[in-house]
């Protein structure tokens, strides 16, 4: 199993479950990482017993996903999948989404400072 990712972010929308001939079955959502600068919109695909996770959750929800990259090539032609292998809701604390919990009474985490590179490249206009 390869290495995983996480992102926070809104549920933008909920595809339809589809179903494939072989069995398989798929779900995709759309989450809008709020990024302040350069905001993204993630498609990320539901399988197998993960579909049953996601019902519990709406368009709208602030939520963090856990999920793995896999890519294959057909016909020439290079695809990239991001694969949901957990999701839980991420509340909002001081206006940011934080994952798990939280009381009213917890103040949000201090900001990490900034890398090297990023003190680097903060005028940066480009958006990849």
């Not at 390869?2 to 001939?21: A, E, L």
């Not at 990482?33 to 579909?51: R, S, V």
């Not at 994952?99 to 490249?121: D, E, I, L, T, Y």
Request: hydrophobic content about 35%; overall charge negative; aromatic content about 8%.
């Amino acid at each position: 199993m390869g290495k995983r990712y996480s992102v926070t972010g809104c549920i933008s929308s909920i595809g339809p479950v589809r179903k494939f001939n072989s069995g398989y079955e798929k779900q995709e959502i759309v989450l809008n990482d709020k990024d302040p600068k350069y905001p993204q919109e993630i498609a990320i695909g539901f399988a197998k017993e993960m579909i049953a996770e996601l019902a519990q959750f709406s368009e709208g929800d602030h939520v963090h996903i856990q999920f793995d990259i896999r890519g294959r090539e057909y016909n020439g032609r290079h695809f990239v999948d991001l694969n949901a292998r957990s999701i839980e809701r991420a509340v909002k604390i001081g206006g940011e989404p934080r994952v798990g919990h939280a009381s009213p009474a917890q103040a949000p985490a201090p900001a990490p400072a900034a890398s090297s590179w990023q003190q680097q490249n903060e005028n940066d206009e480009c958006p990849f």
